[in-house]
């Protein structure tokens, strides 16, 4: 089926956020999608209980189409369009994902995309920013010497990423240095997980503890791992910039679920 579709990019990604949120409720929390679009807004809100944060900005004629070829069941209402995502749109999206190739290949690209939306963009734009120009060196023809400045560039990444959660959820007494990436994500987690049950809990205190690591890691990067008195590689700088990555995906999505729970 997936070689007799055409889609956007923008579409494909949209009915991939749709078949992720659809898949992240449990089955007696099941709710449909509704998007509303208000007067002189490009983008209409899409609302559901599955979508990190509970909403997602997305185009009302990219919703139409997908309708209409049948990968989501579409209906209108007063105020704007109430819908589901089709078996059609299921089989679609599991189609294309093993059509992307291998394993760590799809979780690559998960990943990317996830970065890509405007959600993630919206919020953490000065950290996407800063995430994005590591990527870009990381594959240059000069990589080689530019390992230090993706350091710098991944630690600068981290710092924005935390100063957005920050201002996003103001969580009492943090600290207010930029550097201290560990005290301000700590303050913000507590402050906006305390109703996650305990395995959720430990999972949390994990994801500090792994935040540490990488910040550790992206710091021996940043001063050309002198410490260790090792040359640094291509691989060290892939390293960095893909856990940079991979850690502030996994705090989103933590902070996401305490918004919907």
Known sequence: ??????????????????????????????????ASQELGKQLAVVQHLGLPGGSIDAYIGDIEILGRLLLLNVS?????????????????YEQLKNLSGQSPKRVEDSLRNYFDTLRFQKMYSQAYQKWSEAESLLWGSDSQQQLTTIGHICR??????????????????????????????????????????KTEQSFLDALITYWDEVSELV?????GAQKEGQQLIWEDGRRVVFQTAVVMFEVDRALSRSQTS
Not at 76 to 92: I, M, S
Not at 158 to 167: G, I, K, L, Y
Not at 172 to 193: E, Q
């Open 156 to 197: 600068e990444a981290m710092q924005e990423f935390v100063a957005s959660c920050v201002e996003c959820f103001n969580p009492p007494g943090v600290d207010p240095d930029k550097a201290h990436t560990i005290s301000r994500l700590k303050a913000v987690l507590n402050h906006c997980t305390q109703k996650f049950g």
């Open 1 to 34: 089926m997936a070689n007799n579709l055409y889609l956007e990019k923008e579409q494909e990604e949209l009915l991939f956020s749709l078949v992720e949120a659809a898949r992240s409720v449990r089955r007696e929390q099941r709710q449909k999608f509704y």
């Open 76 to 92: 209108h209402e007063e105020f704007g369009l109430c819908f589901d995502v089709a078996p059609r749109g299921f089989q679609y």
């Open 219 to 223: 710091q021996r990067q940043e001063h």
